[in-house]
């Protein structure tokens, strides 16, 4: 089973956002920290990017940092519920709207 966990830098919300720089960092790495402990590790399949994502929320087209990682998940090794609610903590902790969890098998065409 693989995983992919996607984060942004939020654009709405309450407290202020979209967060300050110190904070984004202290997110991504706050995340990398939960996902290496699920079985996330460079170099062995698994994979991060950083980069930008696009939207539309409300007609209006929005753009916002953005952090992912990928890797195969053994879930004989690893809880996916503790996975998820470890993410949920996270994000509620620095008042995120929410994280991108997608499960299942990669096809290579």
Same mark, same amino acid.
């Given at each position: ?36 402990? $699920?079985?996330? +590790?460079? =170099?062995?399949?698994?994979?991060? !990017?950083?980069?930008?994502?696009? /939207?539309?929320?409300? *007609? ?16 004989? $090794?690893?809880? +996916?519920? =503790?996975?998820?609610?470890?993410? !949920?903590?996270?994000?509620?902790? /620095?008042?995120?709207? *929410? ?11």
């Amino acid at each position: 089973m693989d995983i992919i966990v996607s984060i942004g830098r939020n654009v709405d919300g309450n407290p202020p956002l979209p967060l300050s720089e110190k904070d984004w960092l202290a997110y991504v790495t706050r995340v990398g920290e939960i996902v290496s402990r $699920f079985g996330w +590790l460079a =170099g062995t399949g698994g994979f991060c !990017t950083a980069g930008e994502s696009f /939207y539309t929320d409300k *007609g209006k087209l929005v753009n916002e940092q953005s952090f992912t990682w990928g890797w195969t998940f053994n879930p004989e $090794f690893n809880s +996916l519920n =503790g996975l998820r609610d470890d993410l !949920t903590e996270i994000r509620h902790e /620095y008042a995120q709207w *929410g994280i991108a969890v997608t499960v299942g098998e990669t096809e290579f065409v």
